[in-house]
């Protein structure tokens, strides 16, 4: 947000030349209102922040959803205080520094029910001395980090954020049980504090003029984790390695690891400072094994709430399993059925790092294109016909007698009609590392798919597409893990607890 005037702003007194806060310069219109003789310019500016979205403006939607659901209208922010304020001091919070935004919900939030849409609002507080200012309604999104009641971490069923961090740990050689129990309470601890807002102590400062930004962090457990902390009776079935498949090209140093971190924000530095936090919490007791950047879409970038593209341009994500579906829970959740109680209500993350050949997928014509995903690339809507969420007619013949969606095609091998039902929660991040030697881009997804259980979802798919989709010959797989993801922490207790000290 631009400054209003130049130079030092005193408190209380308006700049020459320059209205004070809350009023009209002479011979201009007060906000909201046209100057004398003049018509309004059309665009209306009563009640907003210099520089801020309308209330109401369509927002990003998550993987899966449905296109064209508009995010819901925002309330009419309340009038805000006109008086200038003190300047904030440095010990003051992130969630102090959104003022009333939060408490009085003046932020102006939408947030859609099943599409997930994320409406872009302006809000304001008081006008404040120094470079504080109201965040927005994307800056001040808050995810808990403890749900309402008993329920599942956040970061599976959240909207796709804007940036995000992948990382692993490996415990130190000398850390026990009781050492990874004390990390997991630390960071819950620190991941509690940053998704609502507030700075821990000694905090570096990073984040500290932003909002929440729907900031949320995921824990999870490795193979490895088991055998090291002494809990392998422990280790459930559904965490055994995954198989080998021929299109894998798999570098060991950024596969697997002890602990798992998924870490997503609408706000790269709010991502990035959760991120420095729960390194400096594993000091001594775990060490970095491997960390990949992702981004997508940042909400509000589009005309209206829509399913993400990948980098191949591809709407990526349409046929997602949804909240709404009756058998959602029991696809992507753990049920009490399970072995190992502690996973009740957890899932399983498998994450791929998968580069994308660019250069010889954009030389491919649109058709072709269009042919090896089998949808096509302006709206996602399937060859056969029909809008993005149209159903696939997978028996459909052309004239030449030949399947209108080929037998090939990456949409039509991956469909759960095609895997006996088999389906998967897809929460991906894009990545850009740079440029190879050859000069093309090292690109791609950092696919992580959410579970009840990974042999009889990704597996299961996976093994089909191995065997004869026509995007593999575009794609790498170069890195690859496994995670069990428990429940979240319930009042007062850490993500884990039930299998470290049950």
């Known amino acids: 947000m631009s400054k209003q005037t130049s130079g030092k702003k005193v408190p209380g007194k308006a700049a020459p030349g320059k209205a ?52 819901p209208a925002a309330a009419p922010a309340p009038e805000t205080d006109r008086s200038p304020s003190p300047a904030p001091s440095p010990e003051l919070s992130r969630r102090r520094l959104l003022g009333s935004v939060g408490a009085a919900g003046a932020a102006g ?61 490996d415990l130190a050689p000398d850390a026990d ?3 990874a129990a004390a990390l997991l309470r630390r960071w819950s601890r620190t991941a509690e504090e940053l998704m609502a807002g ?32 002494g809990l392998t009776k422990r280790r459930p079935v559904q965490l055994d390695p995954l198989p080998d498949f021929s299109a894998d090209a798999l570098d060991a140093g950024r596969s697997n690891g002890d602990l798992w971190i998924q870490i997503g924000a609408d706000d790269a530095l709010v991502a990035f400072h959760a991120l420095r936090a729960l390194q400096k919490d594993a000091a001594g007791a775990a060490r970095l094994r491997w960390q990949m950047n992702g981004f997508n879409r940042t909400p509000g970038a589009t005309a209206r709430p829509m399913t993400a593209r990948n980098l191949m341009g591809q709407i990526d994500g349409t046929n ?20 190992q109680a502690w996973m009740h209500g957890g899932s399983y993350a498998v994450v791929r790092r998968i580069r994308m050949l660019l250069d010889d997928w954009e030389k491919r014509s649109r058709h072709e294109q269009e042919r090896v995903i089998g949808r096509r690339k302006d709206n996602g809507a399937p060859l056969t016909g029909g809008s993005e969420t149209t159903p696939m007619r997978l028996e ?11 037998a090939n095609a990456h949409a039509r091998i991956a ?30 997804l950092l696919f992580v798919c959410w579970q009840a259980d990974p042999l009889r979802a990704f ?38 607890r039930p299998l470290l000290e049950g």
């Open 20 to 71: 004070a806060p809350g009023k009209a310069a002479p011979g201009k219109a007060a906000p909201g209102k046209a100057a004398p003789g003049k018509k309004p310019s059309g665009k209306a500016v009563s009640g907003k922040a210099p520089g801020a979205r309308s209330a109401g403006a369509p927002g990003a939607a998550g993987a899966g959803n449905a296109p064209g659901v508009p995010a």
């Open 109 to 169: 939030l939408v947030v859609g029910g099943a599409s997930g849409a994320i409406g872009v609002a302006a809000a304001r507080s008081g006008p404040q001395d120094g470079a504080a200012k109201a965040v927005t309604s994307i800056g001040s999104t808050e995810v808990p980090f403890r749900p309402a009641r008993a329920g599942h971490q956040a970061g599976i069923t959240t909207p796709l954020q804007a940036t995000g961090h992948l990382v692993a740990f």
């Open 177 to 179: 049980r009781k050492a």
């Open 198 to 229: 507030r700075t821990p102590d000694a905090d570096t400062g990073v984040a500290l003029d932003a909002g929440p930004s729907s900031l949320t962090v995921t824990f999870g457990f490795g193979h490895s984790f088991f055998g090291r902390t």
């Open 320 to 339: 997602n399993p949804k909240p709404s579906d009756k058998d959602f829970d029991e696809r992507i959740f753990v049920g009490r059925d399970a072995d």
């Open 396 to 406: 459909a013949n052309g004239p030449d007698g030949l399947p209108v969606i080929p």
């Open 415 to 444: 469909a759960p009609e095609s895997n006996q039902g088999a389906a998967m929660l897809r929460r991906p991040f894009s990545f850009h590392d740079g440029f190879r030697e050859d000069g093309a881009p090292d690109a791609g």
């Open 459 to 496: 597996t299961q798919v996976q093994r089909k597409l191995d065997r004869g989709d026509a995007l593999s010959r575009f794609l790498r797989h170069e890195a690859s893990g496994l995670y069990a993801v428990p429940p979240a922490a319930g009042p007062g207790d850490y993500v884990g």
